[in-house]
């Protein structure tokens, strides 16, 4: 990827976006390399399920699952997180049922592409049969409720992402109150990364997530957003998950058909915050967002420079303005 230096003027002056302090920016992901301290990875949403939150079970097909995946790469994806269970309150699946959605997904996708592939799992059994088929990283959207899920991502070098969120899996969290959201769900995930750490994951393998509107209500998750620096503060790549969800819906009065600009919005939030990871549904769209907003601050350089470069600019007009 192409990088800018930034010029003497904007060295000195006080930049309007957060820095987070990474304990360790640069991550490797198989045959990618991921530095965070000048890139954001844009994370693509693959739900191999029937009731998913946002498609529907669009994409629980297994041809369809792994055609959403290659498409979602070759419109700028980085990254493809797939699923074989909501995160929604719901009948519990087995670790059997739930590894047959995804495994062969992983498989399919990593034989055809170099993609970081991280799998929504929070199974130990389930982790181990994705990690062995091509899986990365190992997303668990329940904070470590099973501590063993840690020991199986220690044992085979994969990547943890840690996800801030109270409810047992699969349950509902009624009235979810906190007297400082922020600091309550950072101290969680600190005390959460030191317990993964004391399992054997190695702290430049930790990835953190706040787990927007996870067990959490619309003025807790826009909380989290403005506030988004104190979690990128504990120094590990952070991930906003903020893709057509309810807290925009409610926030905008929209349908879920309707949010991608509150998405997009909220995530380039959470950029200027420190978010280094983006997931994102509507994956074209966040490319372009995520690529304008690394460019404004000064970590990619433009496709092509045109405008304003020569003596004319093109089109020509012969007669009158250029406007």
């Known amino acids: 990827m192409t990088t800018l230096q930034p010029s003497p003027t904007a060295a000195g002056s006080a930049a309007p976006f957060y820095t987070p ?27 191999r399920t029937p009731d998913s ?13 792994v055609a959403a995946s290659l498409a979602a790469v070759e419109q700028g994806a980085d990254w493809v997180d797939i699923g074989g269970v909501p995160f929604a309150p719901g009948p519990p699946l087995t670790a059997g049922e739930e590894g047959d959605r995804v495994v062969p997904v992983i498989e399919a996708v990593s034989a055809a592409s170099d993609v970081i592939i991280s799998v929504d799992t929070f199974l130990p059994e389930v982790a181990a049969r994705s990690i062995v088929a091509g899986a990365h990283v190992i997303n668990d ?12 991502v220690a044992e085979s070098g994969a990547h943890l992402i840690i996800t801030h969120s109270l409810a047992r899996p699969r349950t509902v969290y009624p009235h979810p109150h906190y007297v400082d959201v922020v600091a309550e769900v950072a101290a969680f995930l600190q005390e959460k990364v030191e317990l993964a750490v004391s399992l054997g994951v190695p702290a430049g393998k930790i990835i953190i997530d706040p787990g927007h509107d996870l067990n959490k209500n619309t003025l807790h998750t826009l909380e989290i957003t403005r506030r988004f620096q104190e979690i990128a503060a504990l120094g590990y790549p952070t991930l906003a998950a903020v893709s057509n969800k309810d807290f925009i819906g409610e926030t905008l009065n929209q349908d879920k058909s309707e949010r991608l600009e509150g998405s997009l919005a909220s995530g380039v939030i959470a950029i200027l915050g420190g978010a280094r990871i983006l ?3 509507n994956v074209a769209s966040a490319n372009s967002a995520i690529r304008m907003t690394e460019a404004v601050l000064g970590w990619r350089a433009p496709a092509y420079l045109k405008h304003n470069m020569g003596d004319v600019n093109e089109p020509a007009h012969p007669a009158g303005n250029q406007q």
């Open 21 to 47: 302090p990474l304990l360790h920016a640069v991550h490797h992901f198989g045959a990618r390399t991921l530095d965070f301290s000048r890139q954001v990875a844009l994370m693509a949403i693959v739900n």
């Open 53 to 65: 939150f946002y498609d529907g079970g669009a994409t629980f097909a297994l041809d369809a699952a």
């Open 141 to 152: 959207t329940t904070g470590l409720a099973n501590p063993e899920l840690a020991s199986v």
């Open 279 to 281: 997931r994102m549904h």
